[in-house]
């Protein structure tokens, strides 16, 4: 059986994505916008009962990974995952995390 060998640079994004997502916070985050197509810092924040400090700084660390992106529409900022295929991970952790 031949492994494909993968280049240092997309190990290296990989393994900043996973950084990213490691926080309990963050997770949580994640597991919102899976069911919510696309969402505001506020709607996040309350639906997680977060401070908006803390939503905003979890937020910008997802986007800056490359794990959300945001659109500004007026006076509103919307947060969503860059990638659908990011939930598969997020359920693939509560699932392995579930007893």
Request: proline share 1%; hydrophobic share 40%.
């Amino acid at each position: 059986m031949e492994v494909k060998k993968l280049e240092f640079e997309i190990l290296e994004q990989a393994a900043n994505m996973l950084k990213a997502i490691a926080h309990p916070q963050r997770i949580e985050i994640l597991n919102l916008m899976q069911q919510n197509t696309r969402m505001t810092v506020t709607e996040i924040q309350q639906a997680l009962e977060l401070s908006q400090s803390a939503t905003s700084h979890h937020l910008g660390i997802l986007k800056d990974k490359g794990i959300l992106t945001c659109k500004r529409e007026g006076k509103k900022i919307y947060y969503e995952l860059k990638h659908q295929v990011l939930a598969q991970i997020i359920h693939c952790i509560l699932s392995c995390t579930n007893k």
